[in-house]
């Protein structure tokens, strides 16, 4: 079990990004401050002074932060690139332990928990998603039922049942397609946000799993659009 420790976790796998502060205890983590990026806000010259802005509105010192947790994937090539090497040179910066989390995880963290199956969805493009499931225990302890996968979006229409919880900001075009007898969760919590990626990364990072500095990179689950014209 890890002691206390002062987390700083980034999120930038979509159109907008987000970056928080976090305090991690053996039970809990307690969120100190969240800063929320819309649009072309998330860039790599945003994200830096953002940071600093966060850690000085929690007297912390960069050398005061003792992990970093970073959205791999799935999500936007270009966000994900930005999250995940900003991550990696603060952590490296300031010997600093550097964590890993799946975008959908730590977007299921954001439903309120129960044992109905939950499926998280981003938007994959070419009309297919990024798609998980998750259910729960008695504890409402989460884990992954079905792993992230790019699935066609009328093939994952199709797979609903009644009784499913749907989350994730793919809905925005597909809400009016679902079948009846789904949960919605509202718009407000689309949105995967850094303090989650904070929470999944302290749970992990509880639980033993470390991340090399040097090898972290994000996980796209498909190849670019330059790599696969080049395969053909």
Known sequence: MAGS???LAIESSGRHASVATLWGDADRTRLIGQTLLVGDERTAQVLAPTIQQLLAQADWSPKSVELVAVTVGPGSFTGLRIGVTTAKAFAYAIGADVLGVNT???LAL?????A?????????QRQELFAARFVAN???DVRTEVETCIIPQDEWLAGLRSGDRVIGPALKRITSRLPS?????PEKSWQPVATSVGQVAWKNYQAGHR???WILSPNYYRASAAEEKRMK
């Open 5 to 7: 420790k002062r987390i």
């Open 104 to 106: 959908l995880e730590a």
């Open 110 to 114: 954001q439903a309120t928990p129960s």
């Open 116 to 124: 109905l199956p939950l499926w998280t969805i981003l938007d994959a």
């Open 138 to 140: 008695d504890q409402f």
């Open 181 to 185: 007898g789904i949960e919605v969760f």
């Open 211 to 213: 991340d090399d500095v």
